[in-house]
């Protein structure tokens, strides 16, 4: 298996600018997350699915950011407009969970988008 | 509020020595901790994942330990190597399982 997709690996844009950052979770798995990583802050939960259904998004920052998993193959998380204080890596993470979605299955990362905002 | 601490924040040890991490939680209601190891510019990887119910879990090198009644949980690393060079990052899952709160990691150099 190839693991989990990011694209694209580095993205530098300007601030005002849209980003789109995909994902391609491991094929068979029905939750998928995405993950904010700064020094700072270290690692942050902004969002999850299952079963492509959004469950908690209370960890995304502001309207700016939205997230969408059309089907069980892709996501996107979208930042518009982007400003400085967004830069970061974004990870993309999947797993295996039951149908209740209780679980306490692995999460798998991807190798993460390195976004800068100037 | 939920929070994972971890010590010390960085450690350089000699190839070949043994080395103890230390994570404190005070996630609760709480349903399993995970250790994961993070290269420079790579997603993390799990090493150890432990119920509530659980007190220790090897893989390999690695051991972990889990007290949930003091909320404290260690990772060893015996006869570590320079590929343990990395951040190992402690994370602490909720009721569900799927919210894991993070910690801010331990930065682990080995040095020959």
């Known amino acids: 298996d190839a693991g989990v997709i990011q694209s694209p690996r580095h993205e530098v844009t300007e601030m005002g600018q849209e980003v789109t950052l995909r994902c391609k979770p491991i094929?068979?798995?029905?939750?998928l997350f995405w993950y904010r990583q700064t020094m700072m802050r270290g690692l942050e939960l902004l969002i999850y699915?299952?079963?492509?259904?959004?469950?908690?998004d209370s960890g995304m920052p502001e309207d700016r950011f939205s997230a969408k998993m059309p089907n069980a193959s892709f996501s996107t998380l979208k930042i518009q407009p982007s400003e400085p204080r967004d830069s970061a890596v974004y990870f993309c993470?999947?797993?295996?969970?039951?149908?209740?979605?209780?679980?306490?299955?692995?999460?798998?990362f991807g190798p993460g988008t390195r976004l800068t905002v100037t | 509020k939920n929070q994972v601490e971890q010590s010390p924040q960085s450690l350089i040890i000699l190839e070949g020595k043994n080395c103890t991490l230390q994570?404190?939680?005070?996630?609760?209601?709480?349903?399993?901790l995970r250790w994961y190891k993070q290269d420079t510019g790579r997603g993390p990887v799990s090493l150890t994942i432990?119920?509530?119910?659980?007190n220790t879990k090897s893989n390999g090198r690695y051991t972990a330990t889990l007290d949930a009644d003091t909320k404290q949980s260690s990772l060893h690393i015996t006869a570590s190597q320079l590929s343990d060079s990395a951040s190992y990052i402690c994370?602490?899952?909720?009721?569900?399982?799927?919210?894991?709160?993070f910690g801010a990691g331990t930065i682990l150099r080995v040095k020959s």
């Open positions: 994370v602490v899952g909720d009721r569900e399982g799927n919210k894991l709160v």
């Open positions: 994570c404190n939680y005070t996630v609760s209601p709480f349903s399993n």
């Open positions: 432990m119920t509530f119910s659980e």
């Open positions: 993470a999947s797993s295996l969970n039951d149908l209740a979605g209780v679980t306490s299955y692995e999460q798998y």
């Open positions: 094929s068979g798995h029905n939750s």
């Open positions: 699915f299952n079963n492509n259904v959004p469950i908690d």
